[in-house]
């Protein structure tokens, strides 16, 4: 990587106390990006298309580290998240814009979140009405205690439930021999593969990751000294995260997709029942109901801080989780509370999670053209020339960034119907 060596450009008060370990934000973001409406996307990607889905999630993993690298970069470095960058340095039309898709992203992010609680509480004959208000208040709760290193740990202690699909990916006993067999096929000729393409592209880079992780940064008051560091953080994140989203999707294409099965995935007990005659009934509920409780709950934390810094930062709103609610920053902790009320409710209105998971996933990847661009402007202008890219590092990440801005320009028309 041709990155200039970090040096401390002068610690902020937050970073004046005893160094200490500065992961987290990197994991956590990473776990919320595997959140309830990502493992839908794989499950439905392994049952209707197998392994031809794998290689997609393999070749995401650059894309997603070098963009939430960036993030790192901009936070560390400057001290702002990132609604308030793009707010200074292109003006408060610009910032309004990328607020708009932030909010876009992350209401369809928190809808699939609490779909997700509630069903996973049917499928233990547990009420949407009891489980739904019970994560909505814990959530709030969360971030009302002054700690913005509390609430991260619990929800990377929360989001690591995900790891259950592993054991479920080991009962079902994939075949090598297939599965390097799928991941040579690529059937970009059919128009449901690209579509599910698009759905795994909007589920990895969405913009609420970027706004999340530049804030948590300097909500954690990281200096350019604690760069490396930060990007471990980010690395082992983007590998988890992607080794998730692949044991999904080869746990179903090992299962449903193997045995030519066409069930029906409209719940999230109806995904389970889909792997009951392969890995057992109760095996099969417990280990999907593990996995998607674990990602929406931390990316319901997750996406209404990323929604709440960001409209805060546009707005020029005091926005920090370690400060106590007081008349200064009410108006922020109201938005966080307010963002997961609406997204309850909403549910409890009834929605159709595997439908509304998908379209949410592609309308990210139909967002991405305005989120990375702006990404990379910000990288060109608010880094002082020592902290920003260079040579040919500078052309791969730009080049990356280009073509998943090119895909998702590409399917602008093919979702419109046009």
Partial sequence: MDLVAATDTGPRPAARRRRRSVWGPGMIVMLADTDAGCLITAAQSG??????????????????????????????????????????????????????????????????????????????????????????????????????????????????????????????????????????????????????????????????????????????????????????????????????????????????????????????????????????SEQSKVLVGAAVLGGAMVAALVVSLAGSWGVAEVLGWRHSLNEKVGRGNAKFFVLYAATHIVGAVLVLASVNLVSLAVDVEVMNSLLLPLVLGLLLALEARALPPEHRMRGAYRVVVTGLCLIVMAFGLYMVPQTLGL
């Avoid at 700690?147 to 740990?153: G, K, L, T, V």
């Avoid at 090598?176 to 909007?202: C, D, E, F, K, Q």
């Avoid at 970027?210 to 804030?215: E, H, L, N, T, V």
Wanted: aromatic share 8%; no cysteine; hydrophobic share 50%.
């Fill in 47 to 280: 049952a209707q298309w197998g392994y031809a889905m794998v290689v997609p999630q393999l070749v995401l993993i650059p894309i997603l580290f070098v963009a939430q690298e960036i993030t790192v970069r901009l936070g560390a470095v400057t001290g702002k998240g990132h609604g308030r960058l793009i707010r200074d340095h292109f003006g408060v039309g610009w910032g309004m814009a990328s607020a708009g898709t932030l909010v876009l992203s992350a209401v369809g992010a928190l809808l699939t979140e609490f779909a997700g609680v509630a069903g996973v509480g049917e499928l233990f004959g547990v009420s949407q009405w009891v489980t739904v208000p019970v994560a909505t208040v814990g959530l709030i709760g969360l971030a009302f205690t002054g700690s913005y290193r509390r609430a991260e740990r619990i929800g990377i202690t929360i989001g690591l439930a995900e790891l259950a699909f592993v054991p479920a990916m080991l009962l079902a006993h994939p075949s090598g021999h297939a599965l390097l067999h799928g991941m040579a096929s690529l059937p970009l000729g059919h128009s449901s593969y690209v579509y599910l393409l698009a759905a795994n592209v909007g589920a990895v880079v969405m913009p609420w990751m970027i706004f999340y992780q530049q804030g948590a940064v300097v909500d954690r008051g990281l200096t350019p000294a604690d760069l490396r560091q930060e990007r471990h953080d980010t690395a082992v994140g983007t590998l988890l995260t992607q080794g998730i989203m692949i044991v999904v999707i080869v746990t179903l294409a090992a299962t449903v997709w193997r045995a030519g099965a066409h069930n029906s995935l409209d719940t999230v007990g109806q995904i389970a029942g889909s792997l009951t005659p392969f890995i057992g």
